[in-house]
C-alpha cells in the first residue's frame, strides 16, 4: 500500500516545514542614529477687537460710570 508513494512521508513534512518557514514575513524597526531636530520660527501677531452693542454699553456704563 505504501509502495505507489515516490517519497517517503517524513519527505512531505520536511517539504512542509521548509514552505511554512520561508513564506514567515519579518518586520523590522530602525531607529535613526541622529535625533529628530526641527526647526522653527513662528511669529505669533495677536489683534484683538471686542465690539459691543448700544445697549451692552449702556448697561455697562450704568454699572461702572468711570468707564465711559
Do not use: R, W, Y
Not at 18 to 33: N, V
Not at 37 to 60: L, P
Amino acid at each position: 500500500m505504501i509502495k505507489h508513494f515516490k517519497f517517503q512521508p517524513h519527505f512531505f513534512i520536511f517539504a512542509a516545514i521548509f514552505t511554512l518557514t520561508a513564506c514567515t514575513p519579518t518586520i523590522q524597526l530602525d531607529t535613526p542614529k541622529e535625533g529628530i531636530t526641527i526647526n522653527m520660527n513662528v511669529v505669533v501677531d495677536h489683534n484683538i477687537k471686542v465690539e459691543m452693542d448700544e445697549k451692552s454699553q449702556k448697561a455697562v456704563s450704568e454699572v461702572d460710570p468711570a468707564k465711559k
